[in-house]
């Protein structure tokens, strides 16, 4: 069974900081992209940023410049590095990976449960 369970929420003033993490478990052959979704009260769940195998990044505009994309492929971890936060930042952060649990079957996609992060003054 393969599970993501996120870590790093919370709360934070406009302009701050926070750094969440991902750790992905269990039987696990190879991971592909890992990324991180959010979604705002009311709105729908939006890409944030996303990471390949080999390291290419992708972010959206509204976080270019601003939050971190990092994966350490020896742990199944990946880690999204936010700064200067915004009240527009505020939602629920899941964390994604698409993954094979062994080498002959195909890739799946798992979520993990999210994890709150609040921006306000």
């Known amino acids: 069974q393969v599970q993501l369970v996120e870590s790093g929420g919370g709360s934070v003033q406009p302009g701050g900081s926070l750094r969440l993490s991902c750790a992905a478990s269990?039987?696990?052959?190879?991971?592909?992209?890992m990324d991180w979704y959010r979604q705002a009260p009311g709105k729908e769940r939006e890409l944030v940023a996303t990471?390949?195998?080999?390291?290419?990044?992708n972010y959206a505009g509204s976080v270019k410049g601003r939050f971190t994309i990092s994966r350490d492929n020896a742990k199944n971890t990946v880690t999204l590095q936010m700064n200067s936060l915004k009240p527009e930042d505020t939602a629920v952060y899941y964390c994604?990976?698409?993954?094979?649990?062994?080498?002959?079957?195909?890739?799946?996609?798992?979520w993990g449960k999210g994890t709150l992060v609040t921006v306000s003054s």
């Open positions: 990471i390949s195998n080999e390291g290419t990044t």
């Open positions: 994604y990976a698409n993954l094979r649990v062994g080498p002959f079957v195909s890739s799946r996609d798992y």
């Open positions: 269990g039987s696990i052959f190879l991971i592909n992209a």
